[in-house]
């Protein structure tokens, strides 16, 4: 039997095999590079996806995008007219010039349908770039392109660079496309590696990137999830993060994940992943820090799975047929991608006809399949080397100066002093902080709030690591940027919901969800009770369901609502209640519990629509017990709804 503390046995003698990261650090910062372009890519492309499904419809542009995730199969032509060379250049050379692009001009919608597309291409492009090393580099590669990447992101709040500008942004693009170039050039000048016969199982191994990179963007690779989802801070979460690429990269560097792996062991990994992710992502999700540990194993057994499933299509020997079999694997790696992360984004708005947990789920299962039909086949057997391990794992450490510039960085604002006797209240549907032109500006936001001089606002529709924000904690980022206190309500997945901003002292708090009895998006509330002298105000946001046809869900949702609140005195609630002056569902709120505190509405009379279709749909109401003064509604293109504030008087 072969001893795996040598290398690799090749027949009767042996001979020092290669080591566990091969050399050809240009080759593995290729990878690295274009892995992490790649995500940032996907990323920016989703909040305009989502405001061209809002103008095209939810079917059009899920028929468009798909179409257009679907450019990964034109890498074997790209290959036949243009050879491996050019497949590289086309791929991932693109995707660079798309980067610079979008730092120029900033994301826009044609960019996103010409990035997306090139993207595919480029997945095919890794292996083709990759040929020479094992499965265990390419997935080394990759973990530290999206670890690297994370860090980026925090030291700029989680806000892309992308959608960014100054000078800090654009030396984060340029260090990318810099760099990535350089390896680029070095790559294609030492010629292409001759590839073996490919076998079509050989091939499927190349589609196993395709769940890792989803599960990678949505869970594994995002802070603002783990901080949401996990009750973290936004440093705490990335701790967690690094904590998981640290040990995967220490893993992969250890020599323990030997070549020959049976496929039942893959498929079980897979299944352990799959159902963690779907545990913890999705509608019916758990949340705490019981997420902690499923990050920290998911990041390990998806580079493993990853490392084991590139083996086979990056082998250097062997029979079978065409190499462009491998450019048909990664595209329908990249195809997964698209099926993976497009229906989770439209569950958000969309009512899907299973819930959304199984999505990340199923990538899990995907990712341990994929993995285990490539089980045992090809690729060098790895040296064992503990102190490999060891400094791979330490070097992760490095990674947390993303989360030290993120906390130096940490805007010095000074809250407003508030009006003894007086609050200035805002609500405000912030749309993810997705502009009417569907650019990412939680810049623009803080800009409209700090013109209503509010002391508390109530936010509708804030992300906090959703799809729709490109994974943006835009809670955490607006807090940080008004230098206001962050009360967070999930909805929805856990990412997407109801916030409270303020500036005055938080005496309690509290968050819950309305029950549903189908899969669509679960509305909910946030609500706290804030001191005002020395009497106290409460607050509650909310967001009732949408849609002409849903009045009898709105006014299960109100019944809630006063159920939970319960009558208490002196209390505002706000929020987008998707419902006009007169409907049923605005009496209905406006009736109360029939206790001892009635409601009212702030507007008095005023019927000012609050969003540019000029619908009246945004609402502050309160108890009879406090007086409204200097009710307006703001004009902003921040969002696509306009922000209402009131001042509230509270009497003695």
């Given amino acids: 039997m072969a001893s795996t503390d040598v290398g690799t046995i090749n027949g009767p003698t042996q001979s020092a095999g290669p080591s566990i990261v091969p050399q050809g650090p240009a080759r593995l910062a290729l990878i690295a590079i274009t892995v992490a372009v790649l995500a940032q890519t996907l990323r920016f492309s989703l909040p305009q996806l989502d405001r061209f499904a809002d103008t095209a419809g939810v079917g059009a542009a899920a028929g468009l995008?798909?179409?257009?995730?679907?450019?990964?199969?034109?890498?074997?032509?790209?290959?036949?007219?243009?050879?491996?060379?050019?497949?590289?250049?086309?791929?991932?050379?693109?995707?660079?010039?798309?980067?610079l692009l979008a730092q120029a001009l900033s994301p826009q919608l044609w960019l996103v349908f010409l990035g997306t597309a090139i993207g595919m291409i480029a997945v095919a492009a890794l292996y083709e770039g990759a040929r020479g090393l094992s499965g265990v580099g390419f997935a080394t590669a990759a973990v530290a392109g999206l670890a690297v990447d994370s860090a980026v992101r925090m030291a700029f709040a989680t806000w892309d660079p992308a959608w960014r500008s100054g000078v800090w942004p654009w030396l984060a693009c340029l260090v990318y496309v810099g760099l990535g170039v350089a390896a680029l050039w070095r790559e294609m000048s030492s010629g292409p590696v001759a590839a073996p016969?490919?076998?079509?199982?050989?091939?499927?191994?190349?589609?196993?990137?395709?769940?890792?990179l989803a599960l990678q963007i949505l869970i594994l690779s995002s802070p603002a999830f783990v901080a949401s989802s996990g009750w973290q801070s936004l440093v705490g979460a990335h701790v967690v993060i690094v904590a998981g690429q640290g040990l995967a990269l220490a893993f992969l560097a250890s020599g323990l994940a030997v070549r020959a792996v049976p496929g039942g062991v893959c498929v079980l990994g897979g299944t352990l992943l799959g159902v963690?992710?779907?545990?913890?992502?999705?509608?019916?999700?758990?949340?705490?820090?019981e997420i902690v540990p499923v990050v920290i194993v998911g990041q390990l057994l998806a580079a493993w799975l990853l490392a084991v499933a590139s083996r086979a299509p990056l082998r250097r020997a062997g029979a079978g047929g065409p190499v462009w079999r491998i450019d048909v694997g990664a595209a329908l790696g990249g195809l997964l991608v698209a099926l993976i992360l497009v229906p989770y984004q439209v569950s958000a708005v969309t009512p899907l006809p299973l819930p959304n947990n199984l999505l990340p789920g199923l990538a899990g299962i995907a990712l341990g399949g994929l993995a285990a039909i490539a089980a045992a086949r090809g690729g060098p057997l790895p040296a064992r080397a503990p102190l490999r391990a060891v400094t791979a794992g330490a070097a992760s450490l490095a990674l947390l100066l993303g989360s030290v510039i993120f906390t130096i960085a940490t805007p010095k604002k000074e809250a407003r002093a508030a009006t003894p006797g007086q609050v200035r209240v805002v609500t405000y549907n912030i749309h993810d902080a997705v502009n009417t032109k569907g650019r990412l500006d939680p810049e623009g936001i803080a800009k409209t709030i700090e013109a209503q001089k509010a002391d508390v606002v109530l936010l509708q529709e804030a992300s906090r690591g959703s799809l729709l924000s490109g994974t943006t904690d835009v809670g955490v980022w607006l807090s940080r940027r008004l230098g206001m206190k962050l009360l967070w309500g999930p909805a929805a997945d856990g990412q997407f919901g109801n916030a409270i901003l303020t500036s005055l002292p938080v005496k309690k708090s509290g968050t819950s969800r309305m029950p549903r009895g189908d899969w669509s998006q679960i509305r909910g509330f946030v609500w706290a009770r804030l001191a005002v002298g020395t009497t106290s105000l409460d607050v509650w946001s909310t967001h009732l369901e949408g849609g002409a046809d849903q009045g009898d869900e709105r006014l299960r949702e109100v019944a809630a609502l006063l159920r939970s609140w319960g009558g208490a005195p002196r209390t505002i609630i706000g929020g987008d209640m998707n419902a006009q002056p007169g409907s049923p569902e605005i009496s209905r709120l406006l009736e109360g519990n029939g206790g001892s505190s009635e409601l009212r509405s702030a507007a008095t009379g005023d019927n000012t629509p609050t969003t540019p279709d000029g619908d009246r749909i945004d609402w502050i109401i309160g108890t009879d017990d406090l007086m409204f003064d200097d009710y307006t509604v703001g004009r902003s293109t921040a969002s696509d709804h306009y922000p209402v504030g009131v001042t509230v008087r509270i009497g003695r």
């Fill in 197 to 212: 016969g490919i076998s079509w199982r050989d091939a499927l191994g190349a589609a196993a990137f395709g769940p890792f």
């Fill in 65 to 99: 995008v798909l179409l257009v995730y679907l450019a990964g199969f034109l890498s074997p032509l790209i290959r036949r007219v243009a050879g491996p060379q050019g497949l590289l250049l086309a791929g991932v050379g693109g995707l660079f010039a798309v980067r």
């Fill in 276 to 289: 963690g992710a779907g545990a913890i992502a999705g509608t019916y999700a758990v949340a705490g820090i």
